[in-house]
């Protein structure tokens, strides 16, 4: 799977392509929202308003609004459980 991030002007966007299916993408969104991971601080999850998956697998972006770094990004997904084949 490739992560690619990117900065936007509402925030962050991730596309992730290759081996990426969009229900791993969604739970990993899920699993953010609900507080069931420790991927990302609660600092920089205060500052994402909305996050949209969207796409198919093989191509899914997923779009952070807020006002997020890419480097903040970055760092919640080498971490996450989730999209790095560990379990949860």
Do not use: P
């Not at 507080?35 to 909305?50: L, R």
Request: aromatic share 2%; glycine share 8%.
């Amino acid at each position: 799977m490739n992560k690619n991030v990117f900065k936007t002007g509402e925030g962050v966007k991730i596309a992730f392509t290759g081996s990426v299916e969009k229900q791993n993408i969604l739970k990993m969104v899920e699993n953010c929202a609900t507080g069931s991971c420790d991927c990302m601080s609660d600092e920089t999850k205060a500052k994402i308003s909305n996050m949209e998956v969207t796409g198919t697998d093989g191509e899914v972006n997923l779009d952070l609004t807020g006002d997020v770094s890419k480097e903040e990004i970055e760092t919640a997904l080498s971490r996450s459980k989730v999209i790095n084949n560990e379990k949860c």
